[in-house]
């Protein structure tokens, strides 16, 4: 997508601060940070919500490959052992402000109840 913050990132026509990338994700740290570790986990194939990536073959197995990275994202992280928060959030009522699919990643300090 030509206007999509996050696709260009992937492209590197703006700048991150990458802390993992294979051929299929990114993750980079949060602008915007709510927590000392904060990440998006991000897919490098456009989808625009969790609902449409849902609904296809293809956006599945990206799905699937997201969660089998996220043992080395948390490890690089130093999370593994305290715990972490992993959020979506679809949509713009649900609180979703770039229209690509996206993971926060938070942890670092206790995280209780708290809502996001």
């Known amino acids: ?19 993992f990338e294979n051929e299929d ?3 980079f740290e ?8 904060h990440l998006l986990i991000v897919p490098k194939r456009h989808f625009s919500n969790l609902y449409e990536m849902t609904s296809s073959h293809e956006g599945l197995s990206l799905l699937s490959k997201l969660h089998q990275a996220l043992p080395e994202i948390v490890r690089v992280c130093g999370l593994e052992s305290q715990g972490f928060r992993l959020i979506n959030n679809c949509g713009e009522d649900a609180g979703q402000t770039v229209m690509h699919v996206h993971y926060h990643l938070i942890g670092g300090l206790p995280l209780g109840p708290r809502i996001i």
């Open 25 to 27: 994700l990114i993750a």
């Open 1 to 19: 997508m030509e206007d999509c913050i996050f696709c260009k990132i992937i492209e590197g026509k703006l700048p991150s601060k990458t802390r």
């Open 30 to 37: 949060d602008l915007n940070p709510v927590a000392p570790v």
